[in-house]
């Protein structure tokens, strides 16, 4: 069975922190992607990255970095953690041409206190 | 500049109801058009996805959506709704070039009643 994982369902952490969170897929995909999610506004894209050392701003990369060092793996980094960033992070993969998310992983809820 | 607009946040049908999610886009170019449902604690799956062929596309789960160039709208339907679709629904767009990004509707809630 195809999976993008994300390395942590819950997360707590306190403002100011570098946080780091961690997407993993096993479908040997090219793009690899990060939203956030909130109520009422649906998913925006924070970073979108095509191949290994490769990266792009989404629409709300402010705050945020990305490393992707490995094919199957795609971080999310927030340098300086602020209550702001408080919100559900999705991680999603797809193949090459293919360049909207086919799958996704059940994500990763962050809470910043 | 591409949007797109989901009418209603909260659906609520009967089981073995028709199901009719609405969505709206707007572009300056003809879009590929896009339905994602996410189940509870669980991330996205995509349902079904229009790009410029037959303007009635099916997709998984017995759902199908018409793309309505006219109407500007790209809506999710069911005949008959079942307990397990209960979910949220996103409707996407984005342009054909292989630039354009993903822009996500607000999410609509369906809840399906015994």
């Known amino acids: 069975d195809v999976k993008v994982t994300q390395s942590s369902r819950y997360l707590v952490k306190r403002t100011g922190e570098k946080v780091f969170l961690e997407c993993v897929q096993d479908?040997?995909?090219?793009?690899m992607f990060w939203y956030r999610q909130d109520p009422g506004l649906g998913l925006r894209l924070i970073y979108f990255s095509y191949d290994v050392k490769m990266k792009e701003k989404g629409d709300i990369p402010e705050g945020y970095s990305v490393s992707r060092e490995k094919k199957e793996r795609f971080s999310l980094i927030l340098e300086s953690a602020s209550t702001n960033q408080t919100s559900m992070y999705l991680c999603a993969s797809s193949l090459a041409g293919q360049i909207e998310p086919q799958h996704f992983g059940d994500g990763t809820r962050l809470s910043i206190l | 500049a591409q949007s797109v607009t989901q009418l209603g946040s909260h659906v609520s049908v009967s089981e073995g109801a028709l199901v009719l999610l609405r969505c709206n886009y707007s572009s300056s170019v003809p879009p590929y058009l896009f339905w994602y449902v996410q189940y509870p604690n669980q991330g996205l799956q995509l349902l079904l996805k229009y790009t410029s062929a037959a303007t009635l596309v099916k997709g998984i789960n017995g759902f199908e959506a018409e793309f309505k160039k006219s109407e500007t709208s790209f809506h999710l339907t069911k005949p008959s709704a079942h307990m397990s679709d209960a979910a949220e629904y996103f409707c996407?767009?984005?342009?054909?070039?292989?630039?354009?990004?993903?822009?996500f509707g607000q999410g609509t809630t369906l809840q399906v009643k015994p």
């Open positions: 996407a767009v984005r342009p054909p070039s292989n630039t354009g990004k993903l822009i």
């Open positions: 479908m040997d995909h090219e793009n």
